[in-house]
């Protein structure tokens, strides 16, 4: 009895000895509560539910929640903060827009998402403008830059310079980069044509109703030029950039990585995004320094792993098809091809990739032409190619509306994306059986087609340069460039790549 009641009196003294002011505590963080929170507003946004405020515009009235148009720009948080009378007022009317696309501002309020696209896109960006939706508004300019052509590129630039936007710039110098197909499709005769600075001073008077002048200001001439990615020349190493720059004909040497450069790049804000070993480097053209993006990729070994660029993405084919995010520093997985291949050519066009043909399963054939839609990560099979097109192992640049694709210099065959349809191929040169390995680009309104190698075992001593002119459909050997001193040979490895950028000079 006694030894039950020392067991119960020890009990007590242990209780009595635990400090009470301890205080345990853990965070509960749910990161799909604010989301989920504006989903439900959204809900009752669209069944005018708890609503306080009313939008009328042009007689359709958009039920809404102040909180959230205050929030969400600062045009309503400076009308509810400062005492206007909207402010006290059940209905507000706004004149500035249409219904239309106030819904598609109100979608993007509610949720962060809303569909933008040619139809749209330039009453959105005047919208998001007028209320200070920053974010949304230079979606909408990029979306516009992205996907601009000889038809568009004219009162594109006149909006952004009456929006005092920088991506006015971009415009300018597509106009410039297009010259001879903006000039037709403003209906002059080429062969009328005085200096292109004339034709710049009439295009810039054409924007003096957008209260912006350019007084004393000349047009800026860009010196583009080629950039090549993933030659090999004696005692060079494989981690050289070159570039031949068409005003002079002239092979450079522009950059050295530490590493070795795996071929396929980019373009993004005028800097070269190229794989380095198993990751992305940076050059920057203004800076010209290098800067590591990321240090390893899914497939980064692959050597045959193509890089197309929409938007702020790099998405990668020939290993499995995904994406990195340039904006959010991260992989993305995305939709799987319908047929996964290598050996193909993929191209960007009006904001979706399109893959033409390569190999499935290491050796078979495929003449399947592949379109994927970023935005809704969706792929279409839209066609295949013609018998007489080459199905793999082939080259492929945009210039304008139309697709251009080859495998050697001997046929060009064109393409319609926009009614997937094949134009007539444009006759090459003879075939040169001591050419291969070929890669293009478009720079200064012609496409640069670029080779040189007999065979792995017999390297060259010339760089062939083609130029095919789409206006006159005529391909011709433009140069060959003697491998400079003292370098007596060169090869072209097969992931080698080439891309347009600006010096500054």
Known sequence: MSSILEDQILMKAEVEETPYNIVVSSQVNDLDYSSSRLDEMNVARKKSKLTDVVLDVGGTEFPCHKVVLATSCTYFKGMFDSGMKECQQRKISIKAIEATTMGSLLDYFYTGKTTITSCNVQSVLRAANFFQVLTLRDKC?????????????????????????????????????????VFKQIGKELSKVTPKTTLVSKLEGRLTSSDRTFENQKPRETNNVVCFIGAVLDGQKAGDINYFNPI??????????????????????????????????????????WNIEVDELIDGDRDELKMILVDERIYFIGGRFHAYDLNKKREVLVEP???????????????????????????????????????????????DLPEE?????????????????????????????????WLRAIPGLETDTYHGRYTATVCNNKIYIISGIISVYDPIHFIYIYTL?????????????????????????????????????
């Open 389 to 421: 097109v080459p199905k793999k192992d082939t080259v492929a640049v945009v210039f304008d509306q139309f697709i251009y694709l080859f495998k050697d210099a001997s046929t060009i065959y064109v393409y319609d994306p926009k009614r997937y349809e």
């Open 337 to 383: 091809m319908l047929k996964k291949v290598e050996g193909t050519c993929a191209v960007a066009y009006g904001g979706k990739i399109y893959v033409f043909g390569g190999r499935y399963m290491h050796y078979k054939e495929t003449e399947m032409i592949q379109c994927y839609d970023p935005n809704s990560d969706t792929w279409m099979h839209v066609g």
């Open 248 to 289: 002079n004909n002239a092979w450079s040497h522009l950059t050295t990585n530490t590493s070795s450069l795996k071929g396929s790049a980019v373009v993004y804000d005028n800097s070269i995004v190229t794989r380095v070993s198993k990751g992305i480097h940076t050059f920057n053209m203004d800076t010209r320094e």
């Open 141 to 181: 300019a990029k979306f516009l830059i992205t996907n601009m052509n000889a038809e568009t590129c004219l009162d594109i630039w006149q909006m952004m310079v009456s929006l005092s936007l920088s991506f006015s710039e971009q415009a300018k110098i597509y106009v410039l980069d297009h010259f001879k197909l």
């Open 469 to 505: 002119d789409p206006f006159e459909g005529v391909l011709e050997l433009t140069t060959k460039i003697k491998v400079p001193s003292p370098y007596s040979s060169i090869s072209l490895r097969p992931d080698k790549h080439c891309v347009t950028v600006r010096l500054q000079s």
